[in-house]
């Protein structure tokens, strides 16, 4: 099967006046697995929906292999969409679900019949065929609307959510499946998501996508371990938020905890914040350093344990091994193994290879008084 | 309900056990239960029953008796309504068939039939076409035009049919609306409807139109986008979508939208009354004119019966068509 390439060139679409889409540029390479990531509203599937033609943009080009298809209707574009709810039609059985069209393309009936059984037997389904959606499984059901999206062999493939209706157990199911298909078969393949596990399992590259603009562009690893900004960060993953203001070579945060970084990257006065990932959080039983943390919740989580910590003001929230052994009140020192410096506003990240583990420092009597002016400090998960 | 009756039971035999002072006997607390649950059972079976009863009694008893009068049994509960009648052919033995055969050897009766199942299988088929062409359509294609269209469709839902009756009486009469355009236009009485069986058709068409869009509104509403979207995406046309998507899927509400107007079509008697023409006339108006005007209540009995026959043709395609479906087409 064909893999295509998709570009998007300055793409707006506006409801009622308000944007949905605002100038969206986006390159999707041949055979690629690119997944649209953001939260409700931030324009994913209005982006999904005018690559599949169900929406025209407002401006702005959509180009498939070159070939500009911003005004081509949606039956004759080469893409094929599997939709969030399940969508098969409950008159027809799964071999006339499948086969619906190719049947109106006027395929030879041998070569229907050859192809739905193909299909069929791809998607494990072989034996079903007779039967209708309503006797099949939701996982079963999506099985099928994937196999009817494939019959017509479509350059670009659109997956609008479509693990959402399905429970835990058949969604990780399906979503191994649907990726192992998709290397298989080549298709180009555009998925829209607001699961971040989804993203990051299935995709080559994830767009996280914000109000309608992009935010950030790039492999999971790339947008996990570099994120752009603190939405991205926060949105990926979770993530600790302190503020914070540079000093000489560290960061100095409320209640005067102090945090090294590298040097030259920052200039003294800079309002910043720091992000610290949970898991990125290290506990430490050396009693030389400075900052102590007063350990005020384990929650374990099957493969490992959520602990919330406080010094003074500032919360913390840190995973670790399910074989640490800590109890709600015990004093702990932590290092941070990587840090995330974002500009004051959660814009640009202004240091984000900071590498080294870093010991939170902090005057020795800070965990004892507590901190004043703490209000930029927390914990987002 | 019967499952916590009986744990109830066991927790307080438990408690209280057999010989505990001052409980009455369980065996006694039982049967008083019992008694109660019973009294219950029987309120609900009579609350079950009543309507039953009232069916019966107000519309199963006249039958039977319209039933003997029409094959000559003139007496009994029929004789008052004998003593006054005309025409009366009466039973020899176990019954007659002779006023059947009378009415259906006369040729204005058998085209009042023909003209009946015109008015209905017509009116309902452009019903359910127009209801069906406005719904499906604006959910393919919204727009405003269609949206107007129908909201105009059910506003006669809420004009008394003997007052819509008389208005297209004369809209599309002689001297009505549509024959002085038709005049002006040179078409000497080119479009004159009352007093004809295709103006019953029209009056009847828009009498019944609102509960048909308003049905299948609901219907092509219950669809969900996805459904739909994934037609368009396999490459299928609007047309196609509704012929082979929207269609098969409404095939009860279709049904039901045909079945209901061709029965309320069939037992009409204000639309063809004012707007029909004298002959040949809806069956409806047949029977009360033979009733009243011709004083023949043992013809108007068959013509009834006649009405009833057609009716159950109808209901026997309203059970066909909403059956529901156990295997898929392959």
Redesign the interface.
């Known amino acids: 099967m064909q893999g295509s390439e998709l570009v998007l060139e300055q793409v707006t679409k506006s409801f009622s006046g308000a944007p949905a889409v605002d100038a969206v540029s986006l390159t999707v390479r041949p055979h690629e697995f690119l997944t649209l990531l953001g939260p409700s509203g931030s324009g994913k599937t209005t982006i999904l929906r005018m690559v ?3 929406l025209s943009p407002d401006t702005g080009r959509i180009l498939i292999d070159g070939v500009d298809v911003s005004g081509v209707p ?3 574009r080469p ?3 599997l ?14 679900n499948v086969s ?2 190719l049947e ?2 006027h395929r030879p009936k041998q070569e229907i019949a050859r192809r739905v059984h193909e299909l069929l037997s791809v998607v494990g389904l072989a034996e079903l ?4 959606p309503a006797q099949l499984s939701g996982g079963q059901q999506q099985r099928v ?1 994937l196999a ?2 494939l019959a ?1 062999e479509p350059r670009i493939l659109l997956l609008d959510e479509p693990f959402s209706a399905l429970d835990t157990k058949l969604r990780v199911e399906l979503r191994t499946f649907v990726r192992s298909l998709q290397r298989e078969v080549g298709t180009t393949t555009l998925l829209v998501t607001h699961d971040q596990e989804e993203a990051l399992e299935l995709s080559d590259r994830i767009v996280v996508m914000r109000d309608g603009h992009v935010e950030q562009v790039g492999s999971p690893t790339d947008i996990y371990e570099t994120p752009a900004t603190t939405f991205v960060a926060e949105f990926l993953g979770a993530m600790n938020f302190f503020t914070g203001a540079a000093s000489g070579q560290q960061v100095r945060l409320a209640g005067d905890v102090a945090v090294p970084v590298d040097e030259g990257v920052l200039a003294a006065g800079d309002r910043l914040e720091m992000g610290v990932r949970p898991e990125d959080v290290v506990l430490d039983a050396d009693a030389g350093l400075p900052a102590r943390f007063t350990v005020e919740e384990v929650t374990s989580k099957g493969h490992f344990r959520a602990l919330r910590l406080r010094c003074g003001a500032l919360d913390l929230r840190a995973f670790v091994d399910k074989g640490v052994v800590v109890a709600p009140g015990d004093d702990v020192a932590v290092r941070f193994r990587k840090v995330h410096l974002f500009g004051s506003g959660g814009g640009g990240q202004v240091a984000p290879e900071a590498a080294a583990e870093r010991p939170v420092a902090a005057p020795s009597a800070m965990a004892v008084r507590g901190a004043s002016g703490t209000s930029g400090s927390g914990s987002r998960p | 309900m019967s499952e916590t009756s009986v744990s109830t039971e066991v927790a307080e035999a438990v408690v209280g056990g057999a010989g505990a002072p001052g409980a009455p006997a369980p065996r006694a607390r039982r049967s008083r239960r019992s008694a109660e649950g019973g009294s219950r059972g029987g309120l609900a079976g009579l609350l079950g029953y009543l309507p039953v009863a009232f069916l019966l009694v107000f519309g199963g008893i006249p039958i039977v008796f319209s039933l003997l009068l029409m094959f000559g049994h003139l007496g009994g509960p029929n004789a008052a309504i004998s003593e006054l009648g005309q025409g009366e052919i009466p039973a020899h033995g176990i019954g007659t068939l002779g006023a059947i055969t009378q009415l259906f050897e006369n040729a204005s009766y058998r085209q009042d039939i023909f003209a009946t199942v015109m008015v209905f299988v017509v009116t309902a088929a452009v019903v359910l076409a127009i209801a069906a062409l406005l719904t499906f359509w604006h959910r393919l294609r919204p727009s405003k035009p269609l949206a107007v269209l129908q909201f105009l469709a059910v506003i006669p839902l809420f004009i008394p049919v003997v007052i819509a009756s008389f208005s297209l009486w004369t809209f599309w009469g002689d001297r009505g609306f549509t024959n002085s355009l038709a005049q002006l236009a040179g078409w000497s009485n080119g479009l004159i409807f009352s007093g004809r069986i295709q103006g019953v058709i029209l009056a009847e068409t828009w009498v019944s139109l609102p509960f048909a869009v308003l049905l299948l509104r609901a219907g092509v509403a219950s669809l ?4 739909l ?9 609007p047309f ?1 979508i509704a012929r ?2 929207m269609l ?2 409404l ?1 009860r509400e279709c049904t039901v939208v045909f079945c209901f107007t061709a029965v309320g079509a069939l037992g009409s008697f204000t639309v063809p009354y004012i707007v029909g023409p004298s002959s040949p006339v809806m069956l409806g108006v047949d029977a009360v004119n033979t009733y009243t005007a011709y004083n023949q209540p043992q013809q108007a009995a068959v013509i009834g019966f006649t009405i009833f026959v057609l009716a159950a043709l109808i209901g026997c395609v309203y059970a066909l068509g909403s059956r529901s ?1 156990r ?4």
């Open positions: 599949g033609g169900f949606v039956e004759r893409t094929a969409m939709f969030q709810q399940l969508s098969l039609w409950p008159h027809l059985n799964v071999s006339r619906f069209g109106l393309r065929g007779s039967r209708l609307a009817r999206a017509l | 969900g986008d996805s459904s979207d994934a037609g368009r995406d396999a490459g299928a046309r196609t082979r998507i098969p899927q095939r479906r295997v898929g087409r392959g």
